[in-house]
């Protein structure tokens, strides 16, 4: 099956620089009523969004790479405390509950701000869908395998392939711009890996990042 055309590279800055910057308000929001350890991390994060928003700016193609050694479980680990932080500011019972269970030592050769915005985009695209998410990362033999599990309203058949077109959407009930998931697929493939779905109607989502283990890593 043959790639939709490549997300437009403007389209793609705009659609990307907005989660770092979200991220950025509601630790803004955070940090005053934290307490000291709390507000170390939040600085953490911080950090971590404003390098995002430095290289969107310098090189907006998702396809340009600055290849390391990364650890992929620590990435998950903060990309789901970066999502839970506008969450925590709805009331108890309202918004969605996020879970995440993450295995040591999943190491990757990749750029981490590149798979940074990846983890963005499948977290953020299953908490809109769902009022339950699950991440999780474990190794599988020689592969690194990151799980986006939602209990939404599913995907047909017929969309599980055409929703990594660049410009696809699949419901006009929300607000988006039909970039995420192009831009997912775009990363995935850009690192020797692959986006994969599991879906029904009804059934909600799982999409799974497999990405090669790191040459030389246990």
Request: charged letters at 25%; hydrophobic letters at 45%.
């Amino acid at each position: 099956m043959t790639d939709g055309p490549p997300p437009d590279d403007l389209a793609v800055l705009v659609h990307e620089i907005r989660s770092p910057v979200a991220a950025l308000v509601a630790i803004a929001a955070a940090y005053p009523v934290s307490d000291a350890d709390r507000q170390a991390q939040l600085l953490e994060l911080a950090r971590s969004a404003a390098a995002s928003i430095e290289r969107l700016l310098a090189e907006p193609r998702t396809e340009t790479l600055r290849t390391e050694r990364v650890d992929l479980g620590r990435l998950v680990l903060d990309a789901t405390q970066a999502a839970m932080l506008p969450l925590a500011r709805f009331p108890v019972g309202v918004g969605c509950s996020l879970g995440t269970m993450v295995e040591d030592d999943l190491i990757v050769d990749g750029d981490p701000v590149r798979l940074r915005q990846l983890l963005d985009n499948l977290i953020g695209n299953a908490i809109a869908h769902s009022q339950s998410v699950e991440v999780s990362a474990h190794r599988e033999g020689a592969t690194i395998v990151v799980e986006v599990a939602d209990e939404g309203e599913g995907i047909p058949a017929a969309d599980l392939e055409r929703m990594f077109d660049a410009g696809v959407r699949l419901t006009n009930d929300r607000p988006g711009s039909g970039l995420g998931l192009a831009v997912v697929r775009t990363i995935a493939r850009a690192h020797g890996g692959e986006v994969e779905v599991e879906s029904a109607p009804g059934q909600g989502a799982t999409f799974r990042l497999v990405l090669p283990g790191a040459s030389g890593a246990p």
